[in-house]
């Protein structure tokens, strides 16, 4: 069974600040993909950055980039140039290839600071 | 393009009563996962279907909840006689194929509260 696990249950960061958030996950598996969400107060759940597992470049979007070492089973978030509404809890999610269901870290509260 | 769409928002229910959550896939999705999300915990996988199809349930207890996606119409999770413990947020999501990593898509959820 995979695992996803984030252990720091919340984080605080000054705005225009970078931060980084660290999630590990335990699998057997060669193909996979992870994912983070972001999900704000409204509880929306809202897809950060995708990366897929065969890829060793790490993904980007914009201000949010991954730390992805797959030796390590590590995939970290950095999160540059805090913004207020990136304050939200941030999950981290691994699917094994071929599957469809994705599997949950329990999450990190993120509050940015003005 | 309209995203996932969840009805009800908030949803109210009695011990033994019954709950009907209801979920509308983005326009040209059909697939459809239900997960369920527990207060200060991620979201657990419930199920996964196809139009008239459950793929996985493998999530889903045994007793008392069922899904369904038909050919015309929403998602719908039910849940028969409601516990205190059924409490918690409930969300959809929908992808446009089956292709393995593809992108979910999730709804705002809904909370069901049972008094």
């Known amino acids: 069974a995979q695992t996803v696990t984030q252990s720091q249950p919340e984080m605080s960061v000054q705005e225009a600040e970078t931060v980084t958030l660290s999630c590990t996950y335990d699998?057997?598996?060669?193909?996979?993909?992870l994912f983070w969400y972001k999900q704000p107060p409204s509880r929306q759940m809202i897809l950060v950055i995708r990366?897929?597992?065969?890829?060793?470049q790490n993904a980007t979007e914009n201000r949010f980039s991954v730390n992805f070492q797959k030796a390590a089973k590590s995939f970290s978030l950095k999160i540059s140039d805090s913004q207020l509404g990136d304050t939200a809890m941030y999950f981290c999610?691994?699917?094994?290839?071929?599957?469809?269901?994705?599997?949950f870290g329990a999450g990190t509260r993120l509050t940015v600071k003005p | 393009n309209a995203g996932v769409m969840q009805n009800p928002r908030h949803l109210v229910r009695r011990r033994g009563q019954e709950a009907r959550l209801r979920c509308s896939p983005m326009?040209?999705?059909?697939?459809v996962y239900w997960y369920r999300q527990l207060p200060e915990e991620g979201l657990k996988f419930m199920v996964y279907?196809?139009?008239?199809?459950?793929?996985?349930e493998s999530g889903m207890p045994k007793e008392r909840f069922s899904a369904e996606f038909p050919k015309e119409g929403p998602s719908i999770l039910r849940i028969q006689q409601v516990v205190r413990g059924d409490s918690a947020a409930y969300f959809c999501?929908?992808?446009?194929?089956?292709?393995?990593?593809?992108?979910?898509?999730f709804g705002a959820g809904t909370r069901l509260s049972v008094l």
């Open positions: 999501a929908s992808s446009p194929s089956e292709g393995s990593g593809d992108i979910q898509y």
């Open positions: 699998t057997s598996e060669n193909n996979y993909y």
């Open positions: 990366q897929e597992a065969y890829k060793q």
């Open positions: 999610a691994f699917m094994k290839g071929g599957n469809n269901d994705m599997r």
């Open positions: 326009k040209g999705h059909s697939h």
């Open positions: 279907l196809q139009k008239e199809n459950i793929i996985d």
